[in-house]
């Protein structure tokens, strides 16, 4: 490792003087912040919001999605609908990686291929083949008609077949798994977008220049840009005051007025497309809390308990300080398949909880709630009010905090029977929470299945999207969904930025974070 760090630096060294000479006059240095490191540089690991916004910086999809939530070309110039399942994309010529491998129609089958491994295999979900034309035409073949196929897309990042293969890194390793600290791709980076990976120091910072011969225009501004993971919220805030940093993210809600009144630095805030919500263990037989005992959670009537021991709109009030959005439902209203008159969120009812527990024969059994403490908005502070609320209708319920990559290891582990945990779509669409969250993916921690529930998704999943059939769809499915309720929606979650002088003009995002791209510092 230190060989190759310090390979590394050099490269860096004079990477960076190089494409320091090329920037025009008033380029600029650019540091960021939040409270949790990347989970590594692998683009077909890792399905986490900062992670895959750090992705974006370095990989390129073949149609990207622009900060205003709309689709464009990217390595894809343009593409055609052959048949109900067949796509046709040609290939924007003259790309070529960092590397300097030439990008062709081989490198989208290797990456299809490879990214069916692990978490972020939902972007290939429909897909069902893909083959090579020639050089710089490609054909996806769908496992039916797939409306969405170009929304999954926007997440499938495209890699080097050669340098994969050169590496021996075919196998993708997520974080926590058995050697993902050391896999090849997960501490090296060689994509085809606007920005090079020239360091990497886990839990310390991550430095990229631009890509001198990206295809597209760079408008940023940027010389080099530095992300730097700062788990303490009043350590980051104090590091923007200083000028230290650019822009940090989450604002703490308590230092919101602060940042507003503070010279040079601007608030820039924003509803997002991330619903915050409580799931639990619906099949494992025995309580984790009390081995030897049943698992209460199989039990909808507990469920259900749950739910409605849960003063939300205290919540939303008090600990998130009247910022967001109590929601019913696990996606937001940005999201393809948002349903609005099935959003009003079961009442709040203490006595008919107890009621409901005495019912179901679990009127104080034992539960452990984990709960991240670097990653959402007060997000411990919440998990500590839902405990105090549980405990108020009987459950003898304990907090379980701690930071977000080990929270995310645990759960991949089925460590957890009762959790906190926040999702964004990745493809804006009914048909991503259906399957990452309540059916075969990945973060369906609680192995919760319904068959009802999968046959409605399956027909979203070929009903064109301007269809009027498609909301009657989604109607039925979270209509059984709120039947059964397998989690408990919270609150959308806001966008807070603190952004200082430097940055000339900085968008927000509608899949949240920070892409470098849309950017523009101050010249």
């Not at 990214?115 to 769908?142: F, G, K, L, P, W």
């Not at 929606?489 to 002088?501: A, C, D, Y």
């Not at 003009?505 to 974070?513: H, I, Q, S, T, Y």
Request: hydrophobic share 45%.
């Amino acid at each position: 490792m230190r060989s190759f760090r310090a390979t590394l630096m050099a490269g860096a060294l004079a990477l960076a003087g190089a494409v320091t000479a090329m920037q025009p006059a008033g380029a600029a240095n650019f540091t960021w912040a939040t409270a949790n490191d990347i989970l590594g540089l692998d683009p077909h690991a890792n399905n986490h919001g900062v992670t895959n916004a750090m992705k974006s910086n370095v990989y390129e999809p073949l149609v990207r999605r622009e900060p205003n939530g709309s689709l464009a070309a990217a390595l894809a110039e343009r593409w055609e609908v052959v048949d109900p399942t067949t796509w046709r994309f040609h290939l924007r010529r003259n790309v070529r990686f960092h590397g300097g491998e030439p990008f062709t129609a081989a490198d989208v089958v290797h990456s299809v291929e490879r990214v069916r491994q692990n978490d972020m295999a939902y972007t290939a979900q429909s897909i069902a083949a893909v083959r090579a034309v020639d050089d710089h035409t490609v054909e996806i073949e769908t496992r039916g008609p797939s409306p969405v196929l170009l929304q999954d897309l926007t997440l499938l990042f495209i890699t080097s077949r050669a340098w994969i293969e050169a590496n021996n890194a075919m196998q993708v390793a997520r974080a926590g798994q058995p050697g993902a600290n050391t896999a090849f791709a997960q501490l090296n980076a060689n994509g085809t977008g606007p920005f090079r990976v020239v360091e990497r120091l886990a839990d310390e910072r991550t430095v990229l220049v631009p890509n001198p011969n990206w295809w597209d225009r760079a408008e940023h501004g940027i010389t080099r840009a530095t992300f730097r993971p700062v788990a303490s919220a009043p350590t980051r805030v104090a590091a923007l005051l200083s000028r230290e940093l650019d822009v940090m993210y989450h604002v703490p809600l308590q230092d919101v007025p602060r940042i507003q009144q503070a010279q040079g630095i601007r608030l820039i805030q924003g509803p997002t497309a991330r619903t915050i919500y409580l799931a639990m263990d619906v099949t494992r037989p025995e309580n984790l809390e009390a081995p030897g005992t049943p698992n209460p959670m199989r039990d909808v009537r507990v469920r259900r308990a749950m739910y409605q021991a849960i003063d939300m709109e205290t919540i939303r009030r008090v600990v998130l300080r009247n910022s967001t959005t109590a929601t019913a439902l696990p996606i937001a209203p940005a999201i393809g398949g948002f349903v609005p008159e099935l959003n009003e969120r079961l009442p709040f009812d203490a006595d008919a909880a107890r009621r409901l527990l005495a019912e179901a024969g679990h009127p104080n059994f034992r539960v452990a709630l984990g709960c991240p403490n670097n990653r959402y908005i007060n997000d411990e502070a919440i998990c500590q009010s839902v405990v105090a609320m549980l405990q108020r209708v009987g459950i003898q319920a304990r907090l379980d905090a701690m930071p977000f990559g080990r929270f995310l290891q645990r759960g991949a582990n089925n460590e957890f029977q009762f959790w906190l945990l926040g999702w964004t779509p990745g493809n804006f669409d009914i048909t991503n929470p259906a399957r990452e969250l309540l059916g075969e993916g990945s973060f369906n921690w609680g192995r919760f299945r319904d068959e009802e529930m999968e046959r409605i998704v399956a027909e979203i999943g070929r009903t064109s999207t301007d269809n009027p059939r498609r909301q009657e769809l989604a109607r039925a499915y979270w209509t059984r969904f709120r039947e059964l309720v397998p989690m408990i929606p919270l609150h959308q979650e806001p966008q807070l930025f603190g952004v200082r002088e430097t940055v000339a003009n900085f968008e927000l995002r509608v899949n949240e974070d920070l892409e470098l791209r849309a950017v523009r510092m101050r010249r």
